[in-house]
């Protein structure tokens, strides 16, 4: 939600809340989706898994995830974004019991997609939610408090994994269930930790009001106009009761068909292209795939987990970083300075397990390095800058729906990347899957180049306006 002028803070206090709870869905996805990296050897050895099953029990969340984007945009446009985000609260919850207590394939996979489709969800809704209550100026940095969440979810869940891992090599407990759990199948009690933020978000939902937004074109001005009024006061709550409504007028069609119309047909195929192209650039394959890189490097399990820890924290310092330029420097700028230094940086991991497969013996930590450099440089960029873009390109009458479209064609490709690296590690061997993601990098500088508009500083309505025109 923008402030009627650019520079009106707002009551930020507030405002900075609603989108700290909010982004607690990131939280959720970000260690729904980076546990997986530390369980990935014990679930395979115990049940027999060859490459394509161990890309299966990775990705099949991913698949849940597709099922939760496609039906977030609609569930939220007809019920509102705070129902359905208690929908990805319980699914979180139900997915982590049920994976810490799963004994067959089966019963894994189903409550893997279950968390999946939680992901989906979460994935829309909340960046959604915080770009709806955030005000212009300040828009870009709020809602990379989603992406931020997400990062510190992915680091969490790496220190879950490494401190269950070390904890089961020497503690035993009396109980079958907690020996089991913690000690004797490991894997369990990493997946199973997750219950606790995921109670933690659906309490806190409690205290977060419906997007005002959502309110307003639902017709119910009056429970808009309060929050707006704590949100923004009273005079600046008016004029975006009125600008809202304003654009509704305009907008005479409700419906999937006002995105096919040429301003926002053209955006429409941005958003998708470059959700797509930005998962076939590395970034999962390294937080899903990260201890078994390390492994192909010559580390030992606990080692390999460690250094993905430190992977993680470069990532939630480099979010950090790109919340402070987001707004100062756009969109555009920050792809630019970090696909680049992407495209540098793998082309550097490919050589390095190059040359050590031809006996360089390079140390381990050479290939930290770089990895933390490629972490560095797609933190700050497709990783912030890709949600920021899909809360802000839509129109408002269909933007649940659209992001939909977008998170649809996001998780896809996702879902390729944790599917199919396994299988590209046996048949392309590692330099051959960084020096892929390199070339993938080329498609989305060119598209972001000619097609991708500005909208730093724009508020949601002025951002509408100019893609009509």
Known sequence: MNAGTSNNKGNMGYVIFLSAVAALGGFLFGYDTAVISGTIKGVSTQFKMDDLQTGWYVGCALVGSIVGVLVAGKLSDR????????????????????????????????????????????????????????????????????????????????????????????????????????????????????????????????????????????????DAYTVMNRL?????????????????????????????????????????????????????????????????????????????????LVNVFSTFLSMWLIDRIGRKKLVYYGVSGMIITLVAIGFYFLLNGQSANFPPELLLGLIMAYIFFCAISICTVIFVLLSEMYPAKVRGAAMSIAGFALWIGTYLIGQLTPWLLTSLAPQGIFWLFAIMCIPYLLITWKLLPETTGRSLEEIEQMLQQ
């Open 79 to 222: 019920f509102g974004r705070k129902p359905v985000l208690f929908l990805s609260a319980v699914l979180f919850a139900l997915s982590s019991v049920g994976c810490a207590f799963s004994f067959s394939v089966p019963e894994l996979v189903g409550y893997r997609l279950t968390g999946g489709v939680g992901i989906g969800i979460a994935s829309i809704i909340s960046p959604l939610y915080i770009s709806e209550i955030s005000v212009a100026r300040y828009r870009g940095r709020l809602v990379t408090l989603y992406q931020l969440a997400i990062t510190i979810g992915i680091v969490s869940s790496y220190f879950i994994n490494s401190l269950v891992l070390k904890y089961s090599m020497s503690a035993t407990f009396d109980s079958y269930w907690l020996q089991t759990i913690f000690i004797t199948e490991s894997w369990r009690g990493m997946l199973g930790m997750e219950t606790l933020p995921a109670l933690l978000f659906f309490i806190i939902l409690f205290f977060i009001p419906e997007s005002p937004r959502w309110q307003v074109i639902n017709h119910r001005e009056a």
């Open 232 to 312: 923004f006061g009273v005079q600046a709550a008016k004029e975006q009761i009125a600008g809202i409504k304003e654009l509704l007028h305009a907008e005479v069609k409700s419906n999937w068909r006002l995105l096919l119309q040429p301003g926002f047909r053209k955006v429409l195929f941005v958003g998708i292209s470059l959700a797509m192209l930005g998962q076939f650039m590395g970034v999962n394959a390294v937080l899903y795939y990260g201890p078994v890189f390390f492994e192909e490097a010559g580390l030992a399990q606990s080692s390999s987990l460690d250094f993905q820890i430190i992977v993680g």
